[in-house]
Nanobody
Framework: QVQLVESGGGLVQAGGSLRLSCAVS????????MGWFRQAPGAEREFVAA????????YYADSVKGRFTISRDNAENTMYLQMNSLKPEDTAVYYC???????????????????WGQGTQVTVSS
């Protein structure tokens, strides 16, 4: 089992920045896919960014490419999402997720991630 706990959400003005954290505990493997997803009210959960727990290639949704950065600190068992140049349309509950598949397979597919955090709210005001 893998446990994930997000933190770092909040209210920020458009153009501002936030850094989300995801504390990871339990049994993880270096080839696990790790991802960030978000869900706005009335919308389906959508992919934001992904990487392998071992590092290496990253993968981003077009809507956040160039503004968001996914990273991890294996020593701290923590994954991060640095969000810059935030826009009102980034407003959503953000979830971290882990999947028992290589990232190149799981990529942005919600159904490939078995473990989910409880979510953290990000609100961007205009």
């Amino acid at each position: 089992q893998v446990q994930l706990v997000e933190s770092g959400g909040g209210l920020v003005q458009a153009g501002g920045s936030l850094r989300l954290s995801c504390a990871v505990s339990g049994r993880t493997f270096n080839n696990y896919a790790m991802g960030w997803f978000r869900q706005a009210p009335g919308a389906e959960r959508e992919f934001v960014a992904a990487m392998s727990w071992s590092g290496g290639n990253t993968y981003y949704a077009d809507s956040v490419k160039g503004r968001f950065t996914i990273s991890r600190d294996n020593a701290e068992n923590t994954m991060y999402l640095q969000m810059n140049s935030l826009k009102p349309e980034d407003t959503a509950v953000y979830y971290c997720a882990a999947g028992a598949l290589p990232m190149v397979i799981a990529r942005g597919r919600v159904d490939k991630y078995q473990y989910w955090g409880q979510g953290t709210q990000v609100t961007v005001s205009s």
